[in-house]
């Protein structure tokens, strides 16, 4: 993607590049953590669930993470693998229901 034009290493142009890359990276995880949270919210809809699209933004990344995490300690995944967009879903999925039972404890306390 980001392939020099000419000959000669230019150490700035591999900085920017690198950069790219990043805010690339960071881009992407928002927009998939934004499908994988409206689809969790879709596949398990409740009155407690979290609204807006920053909530569903969070909900969709810390999916992806739990499932990372979980896939990374029984084996699915590599140390440097994360998990791909139906793992993003289910631990989205995993996230909203411990988030309900919680937020349905709460509001009964109250």
């Known amino acids: 993607m980001c392939e020099q034009p000419w000959p000669t290493a230019v150490r700035s142009y591999g900085i920017a590049c690198h950069a790219l890359g990043f805010v690339m990276g960071i881009l992407w995880t928002i927009i998939i953590g934004f499908l994988a949270g409206i689809i969790a919210k879709?596949?398990?809809?409740?009155?407690?669930?979290?609204?807006?699209?920053?909530?569903?933004?969070?909900?969709?990344?810390?999916?992806?993470?739990?499932?990372?995490?979980?896939?990374?300690?029984?084996?699915?995944?590599?140390?440097n693998q994360g998990a791909g967009f139906i793992g993003a879903i289910v631990g989205a999925v995993v996230v909203l229901f411990i988030y309900g039972m919680i937020a349905g404890r709460r509001s009964t306390t109250i």
Request: proline share 11%.
């Open 42 to 79: 879709f596949l398990m809809p409740g009155p407690n669930e979290p609204s807006g699209f920053i909530l569903t933004t969070i909900l969709g990344i810390v999916g992806a993470f739990v499932a990372t995490f979980i896939g990374q300690a029984v084996g699915w995944y590599g140390p």
